[in-house]
């Protein structure tokens, strides 16, 4: 069974960063695709970006591409999303999955952690 701990969640001012990780446990990373997904207050969960292990081959939703970044560091079994230039509206809880094809439908993935907190404020 996979597991997925998620940190690194706080919170910043409008213009900072935070780095979250996910601990994947049960299995490596070979073979999965890992994606982020953030929830907000009164808005369905929507993607924000994804990473394909076997070829580090990655996707970003349009209001991630440029301010954040996925990576993963498959010796530790871990995938991070950079979070740079934070908004307000970026505030949310993210979540990281794991699934088998390379998308952010969240219905396309099996595995879920419980999500880390992101408050985006001044």
């Known amino acids: 069974q996979l597991q997925l701990v998620e940190s690194g969640g706080g919170s910043v001012q409008p213009g900072g960063s935070l780095r979250l990780s996910c601990a994947v446990s049960g299995s490596t990373l070979d073979g999965y695709v890992i994606g982020w997904f953030r929830e907000a207050p009164r808005k369905e969960r929507e993607g924000v970006s994804c990473?394909?292990?076997?070829?580090?081959?990655?996707f970003y939703k349009d209001f991630a591409k440029g301010r954040f970044t996925i990576s993963r560091d498959s010796a530790k079994n871990v995938v991070y999303l950079q979070m740079d230039s934070l908004k307000p509206e970026d505030t949310a809880v993210y979540s990281c999955?794991?699934?088998?094809?390379?998308?952010?439908?969240?219905?396309?993935?099996?595995?879920w952690g419980q999500g880390t907190q992101v408050t985006v404020s001044s």
């Open positions: 990473i394909q292990d076997s070829n580090g081959a990655t």
């Open positions: 999955a794991a699934g088998s094809l390379f998308h952010t439908l969240a219905n396309l993935y099996a595995y």
